[in-house]
């Protein structure tokens, strides 16, 4: 292991410090076991894949206002209308 050294602000370290004695572990396995938690949800939601679902938002739009409410309903009409249309 490599030790080293950060800043935190004094509210930080009192409650690394008490959620440590809590759980009965060291501040330094506190911080490691956050770092492994960030760490993965990094992997799991990378920032680009986060960045390309906000650009979609409010891109699509309708003047329906129960989508939310009759999503399956739109779909089936749109795919009956595709079939139709022989596309």
């Known amino acids: 292991m490599i030790r080293t050294q950060i800043q935190m ?13 809590a759980r009965g572990v060291s501040v330094s396995q506190l911080i490691r076991e ?5 760490r993965t949800l ?6 680009d894949k986060k960045k390309r679902a906000l650009a979609a938002v409010g891109r699509f739009s309708s003047d329906a206002s ?3 409410e ?3 309903d739109y779909l089936a009409e749109a795919f009956s209308e ?5 596309k």
């Open 70 to 72: 009759r999503h399956d």
């Open 34 to 38: 956050g770092v492994a938690l960030f």
């Open 42 to 47: 990094e992997e799991r939601f990378p920032e």
């Open 9 to 21: 602000e004094d509210d930080q370290i009192e409650w690394l410090r008490a959620e440590a004695r």
């Open 82 to 86: 595709e079939a139709r249309h022989g």
């Open 66 to 68: 129960d989508v939310s």
